[in-house]
Antibody, heavy 116, light 107 residues
Framework: QVQLVQSGAEVKKPGSSVKVSCKASGGTISSYAISWVRQAPGQGLEWMGGIIPMFGTKKYAQKFQGRVTITADESTSTAYMDLSSLRFEDTAVYYC?????????WGQGTLVTVSS | DIQMTQSPSSLSASVGDRVTITCQASQDIGNYLNWYQQKPGKAPKLLIYDASILETGVPSRFSGSGSGTDFTFTINSLQPQDIATYFCQQYDHLPRTFGPGTKVNIK
């Protein structure tokens, strides 16, 4: 049974960066893609990008290009999402999810609050 | 980017009712469409993929249809545990995009 466990909530100042982790169990992260999806309070779902660790392939939504970096450490089966130059409007729950097309397994979500 | 729209944005129905949600894509996406259910404070749950295929373990009262730009999601007999927000999502093009969601309540 695939499980994705994310790191805990973060409070960050505007202009800083945040790095959220997503550890996979029940399978090696090398064998599938990981996407990152965020959801601002009371809002819809927004795909940020994804990675296929086996091939080192990364895809990013144009909206986040230059601010987001997605990486994966196959030795620890952990994926990471690094978002820089944080703005108030980046306050959201950030989810990792398995896949690049359909998302059948999700992490529990990590709340990132951007506050001065 | 492919824009996804959903209607209605919210609905109220009685237990046992048939509920229908529509999703429209801004361009032809074939059958590359998924449906998710999200309950408050929880991650989304995949219900239907490839427009009409039920994910393993999902009750058969849920169904999906459509292709091209117009899609439909149906709950055949609404149950109290179906109270949630439902999202469509396309994967024909990058970036993957979601509909704005339909909130389903019990009347």
């Amino acid at each position: 049974q695939v499980q994705l466990v994310q790191s805990g909530a973060e409070v960050k100042k505007p202009g800083s960066s945040v790095k959220v982790s997503c550890k996979a169990s029940g399978g090696t992260i090398s064998s599938y893609a990981i996407s990152w999806v965020r959801q601002a309070p009371g809002q819809g779902l927004e795909w940020m990008g994804g990675i296929i660790p086996m091939f080192g392939t990364k895809k990013y939504a144009q909206k986040f290009q230059g601010r987001v970096t997605i990486t994966a450490d196959e030795s620890t089966s952990t994926a990471y999402m690094d978002l820089s130059s944080l703005r108030f409007e980046d306050t959201a729950v950030y989810y990792c999810a398995r896949g690049l097309e359909r998302f059948a397994y999700w992490g529990q979500g990590t709340l990132v609050t951007v506050s001065s | 980017d492919i824009q996804m729209t959903q209607s209605p944005s919210s609905l109220s129905a009685s237990v046992g009712d048939r509920v229908t949600i529509t999703c429209q894509a801004s361009q032809d996406i074939g059958n590359y469409l998924n449906w998710y259910q999200q309950k408050p404070g929880k991650a989304p749950k995949l219900l239907i993929y490839d427009a009409s295929i039920l994910e393993t373990g999902v009750p058969s009262r849920f169904s999906g249809s459509g292709s091209g730009t117009d899609f439909t999601f149906t709950i055949n007999s609404l149950q109290p545990q179906d109270i949630a927000t439902y999202f469509c999502q396309q994967y024909d093009h990058l970036p993957r995009t979601f509909g704005p969601g339909t909130k389903v309540n019990i009347k």
